[in-house]
Structures are given as C-alpha cells and as structure tokens.
C-alpha cells in the first residue's frame, strides 16, 4: 500500500498519539539526554473533545494503557485524579533498544498514597535518594514531587533517575531537543510532541512512503534535524507538523518532495483517502518544513472509521 499524504503522517501520530499540555519542571528533570521523543496527554482536554476522544479510542497506543492501568493499580482514576501524563522515550546502554518512561501530574495526594501502600503492605525499595514501589505490568513507581508520579521498568525508571540526580546526562545537555521541547511546550495547545533527528528520519520516510524514491531522500534525509507536531481540537481538527532541518535549500527540496508526493495521492487516491489530501498544505518557512491538516469534526470523524485510517495507524 502507497502511504503518501496526511493520513500517513497519521501513520506517526497513531502510533504515539497524545494530548498534550506544558511539561512541568518536575517532569523535565528525569528526561534522560537521549531521548527520541517526548509526548504529552491532557486529560482535561481529552474529555473536552469528543473528537479527540474518538482519536484516543480508535488509536490508543499499548503503551498509553499500560500506564493508565499502573495509575488504576494505585487506586487512581485516570478521568478524575490526573491530569497529564508525558511518555519520553529513550536509547539505553548500547544495544538495549529503547526504554519508555511515564510521568503522571494530577489532584492527588502523594502522602495519601504513601499510607494507602502501608495499609496494603506494599513496602518500597530504596534507589538514590527515591523509593520505587511496585506498578503492574512489571513496572515500578516513584514520587517526584507530591503531585507527580514517574513510572517506568526497572531499567528506565532508573535510567530517569540517573538522569535528575546526576548520574548521568539529561535532556538540558541535548540543545537540539531541547529547543524544540521549549518551543513545542510553549505552543502546546492540545497536542503536542517532539522527535530527535533519528526519529524524524524515520518519520519522513515512513510518511512520503513511494515518493521517497521520487528524489534522493537519503540525501536529504541527513540534514533533517529533529521535528515537533501539535494538535487542536477547538474548533474541528487542526494539526500541525514542523520539521526542522539544517538550511533553507533543505527545507525548500523536502517541501517539494511532500507535495510530490501529495499532488500523486490527489490524482490517485479516492473517499476517504482523497479527504485527507485535499485537507493538508504544505510548504516551507527559512529552514523548516511545514504541514497542516485542518478538517471539521464530522470530516475527521469519517476519516476515524475508514479502513484506510485503521491499516496505517497501526
């Protein structure tokens, strides 16, 4: 199947979709320095929206549910109790592929929880100067601060610890990312996330699909940067995604290879596949690549149901 076009950069978002909200300081600090990507989910926002709940529902990833049933585990309702979480993954020791941390902000109350786990006999260990209790899904907990809980295996919850109490480099000694965190937090709207250099190339190449073959991407590919997205559910859907390369003449060239690629998808596509490309512009801005989608709630909700959203967003 040819992916060209916004639906297959629906491809990305689908498989690490989140609602986002400003990333708190807390959060920041245990964000390890390389990470691929960071990703936000407002609750608040989510329930606000029944488009972005329909988009939560048909394309919610393992990894989100994994979270959300550590935070039931704890005796916490995801709908009422928290109100964001961030994901950031990141590259452990080499060969270790990559590790996936949870971070959870909400109304409650971490002394509440500390008594409720010596209720149940539910007895932490020790690492650094934090206690890990037990999650489910193999996965540990720890307080960062009184209102923000991080979740994550034994390896990454470590891995982000390491990372806040000095044991090793974290995302503040990554400037790349790190502007494009500030930028992307700053304009979070309803959706946002960040990806690194790697990420983004991947991400560029899984979109344009076919029409990677209609120039040298694997040229260009090398002065792509890293790329942030955002999405807004006010009034219908909007999403946006930057992608942030080394030159203006790079960001011109990759422009005109996406709307090669869109120009293909509008003569070829049809339904539902032709809706998405008729809705997405794309152009460029001095050294980034730019792409909206803009449809109405109706629009996108016929674009949830498609069997062409359901094969890509996989």
């Known amino acids: 199947m040819k992916r060209i076009g916004l639906v297959s950069v629906l491809l990305f978002l689908g498989s690490s979709l989140a609602l986002g909200a400003p990333l708190a300081t807390a959060a920041r600090g245990v964000i390890p320095k390389e990470t691929q990507q960071v990703i936000c989910v407002d609750y608040r926002s989510l329930k606000a929206s029944s488009t972005a709940l329909a988009l939560k529902n048909r394309v919610l990833p393992p990894n989100m549910k994994e979270f959300e049933s550590a935070v039931q585990s704890l005796g916490l309702d995801p709908d009422k109790d928290v109100e964001s979480l961030t994901f950031a993954t990141f590259r452990g020791e080499k060969g270790s592929g990559l590790r996936l941390i949870g971070i959870a902000q909400g109304d409650f109350s971490a002394a509440k929880l500390r008594k409720q786990f010596r209720t149940q006999k539910i007895y932490p260990k020790k690492y650094h100067d934090s206690y890990l209790y037990p999650a489910t899904n193999g996965m540990q907990m720890t307080f960062l601060d009184e209102f923000t809980l991080l979740f994550g295996d034994d390896a990454a919850i470590k891995g982000a610890l390491d990372a806040r109490d000095g044991y090793a480099e974290s995302i503040a000694s990554n400037s790349q990312l790190t502007d494009l965190l500030n930028s ?42 890293g790329s942030r997205y955002s999405m807004d559910f006010t009034n219908g859907v909007k999403f946006d995604l930057d ?30 596949d032709k809706l998405a490309a008729d809705n997405v512009t794309v152009d460029s801005d001095n050294d980034r690549l730019r792409i909206h989608f803009k449809a109405d709630d109706s629009q996108f909700q016929t674009l949830l149901q498609s069997d062409l959203f359901a094969a890509v967003a996989k």
Request: charge should be positive.
């Open 184 to 225: 992307a937090s700053a304009d979070s709207g309803a959706v946002w996330s960040v990806l690194d250099q790697q990420g983004t190339q991947n991400l560029m190449r899984s979109a344009l699909g076919d029409a990677a073959r209609l120039a040298d991407y694997d040229t260009v590919k090398k002065r792509v940067l």
């Open 243 to 272: 992608v942030t390369t080394s030159d203006a003449m790079t960001a011109s060239a990759l422009s005109s290879l996406v709307k090669a690629g869109m120009l293909y998808r509008r003569v070829t596509a049809t339904g539902n």
